[in-house]
């Protein structure tokens, strides 16, 4: 599932960049930095809504002390509060309300993307394979230190589907690749011939341990280092950091969730990252660089303003 339309119009738009730049890595990155600039005037909108709210939190503070015994007159003074200093308490949430169903979408559609890939892969390696050529070298979507953007950027993934993989996560013909095709390359990924190819490939283990309720198992040739997802858990604190900054509710349960939601949110980017194929993690991982960066220019860009605004009030008084 593509998440309908959403994820029909992502598809198409990858696609198109893909077809100029013939690498799904740099058409990620490049699709990242539309997507950006597409979100820019809400992300701004946003920037300032939450400004505001900081400006006035003191207020908001004096009057949850002044009104904690009667719930109806809070509500009422904080409507006539916003009313007054015009604020949205929700515009700050609209760039995130709007920005997570392209995430779920962009999710569906590099796995879809990434399936279409491999199965084509596996299906050349067999011709290749049964026409005498054994050591066939796949043409691979690398990107820097990632050498198949369709798997996980991880020393502990292969660079091709491991041998007896029965590749659950694809199920659904899309594209170009049929049930038929499907089901061709995970019987060819049992067979031994594979499993030779595979073996001289770089896909043999060369170290394996127990780690608590795991196993470690680094294949001789790896596919990438494990910076996608460790970046995908910094960057996404820091944007969770960037979002809750100067937001201190004065509500005990509201403070604590907030809390739990800069922790949880990273640690879930990190599995996501290192879990799902490459391209998507570079999704993940620019998108939330992208944004930090465009906030920390936003506010700076808010906070002059404001300061030459208040400069201006300040001349034209005495």
């Given amino acids: 599932m593509r998440l309908g339309f959403i994820g029909d119009i992502l598809r198409w738009a990858l696609d198109l960049i893909y077809s100029l730049v013939g690498n799904y890595g740099w058409a990620v990155l490049i699709f990242t930095l539309l997507i950006r600039l597409v979100l820019m005037p809400l992300d701004i909108k946003s920037r300032k809504s939450m400004k505001a709210m900081q400006n006035v939190q003191p207020k908001i503070d004096e009057l949850n002390k002044k009104y904690a015994n009667d719930k109806d007159k809070l509500n009422q003074k904080m409507a006539d509060l916003y009313k007054k200093e015009k604020i949205n308490p ?62 996980p950027d991880s020393f502990m993934s292969t660079v091709v589907p491991a041998f007896g993989s029965t590749l659950p996560e694809i199920t659904k013909a899309s594209g170009t690749v049929t049930m038929e095709m499907i089901e061709e390359a995970k019987a060819f990924l049992q067979t031994n011939e594979y499993s030779a190819w595979a073996a001289n490939y770089g896909n043999a283990v060369a170290y ?32 969770s950091k960037f979002m809750n900054a100067g937001q201190q509710s004065s509500n005990a349960q509201q403070a604590s969730t907030n809390k739990f939601m800069q922790w949880f949110f990273p640690l879930f980017s990190l599995w996501i990252c290192a879990s799902s194929n490459a391209a998507f993690a570079l999704y993940w991982v620019f998108i939330n660089v992208f944004q930090i960066a465009q906030q920390f220019i936003i506010g700076k860009l808010i906070d002059r303003s404001e300061n030459k605004k208040k400069l201006i009030e300040e001349a034209s008084t005495k």
């Fill in 90 to 151: 929700l515009s700050g949430c609209l760039p995130m309300l709007i920005q997570l169903p392209i995430l779920f979408a962009m999710f569906a559609v590099m796995r879809e993307v990434a399936n279409e890939e491999t199965i084509q892969m596996i299906l050349e390696i067999k011709q290749n394979i049964l026409a005498g050529i054994e050591n066939y070298q796949p043409k691979l979507q690398s990107l820097l230190w990632i050498k198949n953007v369709f798997q």
């Fill in 208 to 239: 394996s341990a127990p780690l608590l309720m795991w196993t470690i198992t680094i294949p001789k040739k790896f596919n990438g280092l494990f910076i996608l997802p460790i970046f995908s858990a910094v960057s996404q604190f820091f944007t």
